[in-house]
């Protein structure tokens, strides 16, 4: 019924967590060696590419399987209540899976990379009032360099992971309070008619 979209979800997040820390090992967030690390990791170091394959494939698949988790449980109506309160966990776990994204997509410190940050940034800098301040605190200072390679760095390794752990916790924990999944008060209806 809810075809494994949640498990395959959760399970590409174990996998990135475990694969992202071996990562760790060969890369320095510095906007002199982030590149040259990416170059290296990928032609010398023994399995790196299939390494970086499997993290950057993993962070595919997460994004895919917590899009189409979240237009199922839409689709079959699983955010009425008493779930509504997970269903605002699961929006907030899927902002965070496309941050995770997109920090990551950051680190390789190519031209994509620093055309992105440079895109990403100023969009943030067009929120109203708060713009400009968002802005700097992303970019570290007046524009793109060191500083915002650092802080998208501890976004994607410390921040944002440390969230997805905390509220795919507390999603679970709520899937196992509210009675489990949604299906078995569809069966049920389904049974009495």
Do not use: C
Request: no cysteine; net charge neutral.
């Amino acid at each position: 019924y809810s075809f494994g979209l949640g498990l395959l979800t959760t399970f590409s997040f174990i996998g990135l967590g475990l694969t992202g820390i071996l990562l760790m090992f060969y890369y320095v967030p510095s906007v002199e060696r982030a590149f040259v690390d990416i170059v290296e990791l990928q032609t010398t170091v023994p399995f790196g590419q299939l390494l970086r394959n499997m993290h950057r494939w993993g962070a595919h698949l997460m994004v895919i399987m917590a899009v189409l988790h979240m237009v199922r449980v839409f689709y079959t109506g699983a955010y009425k209540p008493p779930r509504e309160f997970n269903w605002i966990v699961g929006v907030i776990l899927l902002i965070l899976t496309l941050g995770a994204s997109f920090t990551g997509y950051l680190l390789p410190w190519d031209q994509l990379s620093f055309w992105a940050i440079t895109v990403g940034s100023s969009i943030a800098g067009y929120v109203p009032i708060i713009g400009p301040i968002i802005q700097k605190l992303l970019l570290g200072g007046a524009e793109v360099g060191q500083e915002a390679l650092v802080r998208f760095y501890a976004l994607h390794v410390i921040v944002i992971p440390s969230l997805l752990f905390l509220l795919i916790s507390v999603h679970l924990w709520r899937v196992r309070k509210d009675g489990g999944m949604a299906a078995s008060e569809i069966s049920d209806g389904n049974e009495a008619a």
